[in-house]
């Protein structure tokens, strides 16, 4: 994709009331591109950005992204309040902590609905518009819990692990239509993430994972002390799109990067522990 320079790039980003996806907003807007802001309380944005912003080109929309129709409407509301559309990114999410065997059937549901569903459905109603101009660019923010697992995380894992196998396959499928995909995964940044107000913790517990309950309380004692900057995050983001070439994966924050490095190099270790007997499954080779 050729980012536009002779006009001002039109954005359509989820999850946008608070976080990245708020910072995304603030510094697109200051950018002079438009942006179409999806989120469930247009007023909170609206809130959040504040009196200091100047919001002619925002157009906020407050979408259930579970709802393939709401999410298609927002995407058409877009492209005729706009003309066209630049670059989309999937930025919406919340975390869960909880045991495997604490994880409820509707938290389930509920998490895969936001991180895989809504994703899916923001996919197919922006891709006709992107592949039909041939050309635009498709940001899904991961973390580097798509990547390594830990316990606590497995529910948000899941979904972020199914998120980086969509995005993969996704940009070989529409690199031919000249867009492109991004993979963000950040590590821990500074934002509300890690408060009451965005992490969801399980209808009921166990006994049995005291080590989770600890990691839960030193999760919400971390909140304040985070590593990442949000405003440099959104505009690492931001710049990388402006770009246009890059690799498929974006890691933002260096304890992200020493996450994957670690997970890379178990991999490694695992591979090479299972070389000799993974043949061992193959049909016999006919001399």
């Not at 907003?25 to 469930?40: C, N």
């Not at 200091?52 to 058409?76: H, I, K, M, N, Y």
């Not at 000799?276 to 080779?285: E, G, I, S, V």
Request: proline residues 5%.
């Amino acid at each position: 994709m050729t980012f536009p320079t002779d006009r001002p790039a039109i954005w359509f980003v989820t999850g946008t009331s608070r976080g990245l996806g708020l910072h995304l907003v603030r510094q697109l807007l200051e950018r002079g591109d438009k942006v179409a802001a999806t989120t469930r309380s247009s007023e909170r944005l609206l809130a959040a950005l504040g009196d200091g912003t100047d919001t002619s080109g925002l157009l906020p929309l407050t979408v259930d992204l579970r709802d393939e129709a709401q999410v298609s409407a927002a995407v058409r509301e877009t492209t005729g309040r706009f003309g066209c559309l630049d670059v989309v990114v999937n930025n919406a999410g919340y975390g869960f902590l909880a045991a495997v065997e604490e994880t409820g059937d509707r938290e389930v549901r509920d998490m895969l609905d936001v991180q895989v569903v809504g994703v899916w459905n923001v996919l197919r109603a922006a891709l006709p518009v992107l592949r039909e101009q041939r050309g635009g660019h498709i940001v899904n923010v991961s973390s580097v819990l798509g990547l390594t697992a830990v316990p606590g995380w497995a529910l948000y894992c899941a979904g972020k692990f199914a998120l980086e196998g969509l995005s993969e396959a996704l940009a070989a499928e529409v690199a031919d239509f000249g867009i492109g995909v991004t993979l963000v995964e950040p590590g821990y940044f500074r934002t509300d993430f890690l408060t009451r107000d965005s992490l969801a913790l399980p209808a009921g517990t166990t006994e049995h994972y005291p080590a989770i309950r600890e990691m839960v309380d030193s999760h919400l004692k971390l909140q304040g002390s985070q590593p990442g900057d949000p405003a440099r995050g959104a505009a690492a983001v931001i710049d990388r799109v402006v770009a246009g070439a890059g690799p498929l994966r974006q890691l933002l924050g260096s304890d992200s990067h020493a996450y994957a490095t670690a997970k890379v190099e178990a991999l490694r270790a695992n591979l090479d522990a299972t070389a000799d007997t993974a043949p061992a499954t193959d049909f016999p080779t006919v001399a």
